[in-house]
């Protein structure tokens, strides 16, 4: 009593076991779109010309000028042309020809991702388009950004990023021992240290299925709608997992005396006569650790 020991029963009661870590915010990868073109040319006018702009789906981005594209519009229109003329032909290799090549010129232009509409408006007027427009495939925030006015282009090249910030991903880095208690479709609680009144719930939707071998921790993805775009790729935030255990039987972290070998617990038989026996113990949560022995 002097030294002030204190006694507790043990008990089963609910434990939850508490993880928290820090993740950093990522783009969706499944909202994130690169706009590239199919043929050689140059960037003739920008209508989106900066960096962090948020673009409409189908909204212009740019107009590209390629000579290519001019010469396959004009064959195109030929194509047309003789299609209408020797479809009537009496002689059946005639008309399929000029069909077949009427169908090859149109492919080409599809094949580049020209816009059905916009042939249509090539047989309706007729007017060898000098320009194309080119359009954002998603609505998002342009994220990365080469194109300039005069840029020379060439397929493949990298013109805009676009990424959907409407729903993020937080990639938090959890320790292996902590692991097996993981699952998909547990939920995490988000805080940022900047806004601590603000508290967001994620859904954990894929486990990494290795370990980093320097930091011996595992990498689980997190995931949640982003309203505002309050979170940025690239911020760090504070996750925190409740994950129930279920009733077992616990006792205060305090009255477990561990040497690194072995675990010993007091039992108190009353009248100040104490007995000492070796515990094993199991889950860790908080101010309580688990008994199994």
Known sequence: QTIGVTFEAAARQPVDHIIRTVGRVEVDERLLSRVTIKLEGWVEKLFV?????????????????????????????????????????????????????????????????????????????????????????QSGTVINKTAVVGLHTKPGDKLYTIADLSRIWIIGDIYEYEMPLVEIGQSATVTLSYVPDMKLQAR??????????????????????????????????????????????????????????????????????LEWREAKIGQRSGDWLEVLE
């Open 204 to 273: 954990i939707t894929f486990i990494h299925p290795t370990i980093d071998p320097q930091t011996r921790t595992g990498k689980v993805r997190f995931e949640l709608d982003n309203q505002g775009e309050r979170l940025k790729p690239g911020m760090y935030a504070n996750l925190e997992l409740k994950i129930p255990l279920g009733v077992r039987l616990v006792v205060p972290r305090n009255a477990v005396l561990e040497s690194g070998e072995r675990q010993i617990i007091f039992i108190h038989h009353g009248g100040g006569r």
């Open 49 to 137: 010309n900066f960096t962090g702009e948020y673009v409409k789906k189908g909204q212009v981005l740019f107009t590209l000028y390629s000579p290519e594209l001019v010469a396959t519009q004009e064959e195109y229109l030929i194509a047309l042309s003789s299609s209408r003329t020797l479809g009537k032909s009496e002689f059946p290799e005639v008309a399929r020809g000029a069909q077949a090549l009427l169908a090859s010129s149109r492919r080409r232009l599809l094949l580049w991702d020209i816009e059905p509409w916009h042939i249509r408006d090539l047989e309706q007027t007729g007017e060898v388009l000098l320009t194309l427009p080119i359009h954002a495939p």
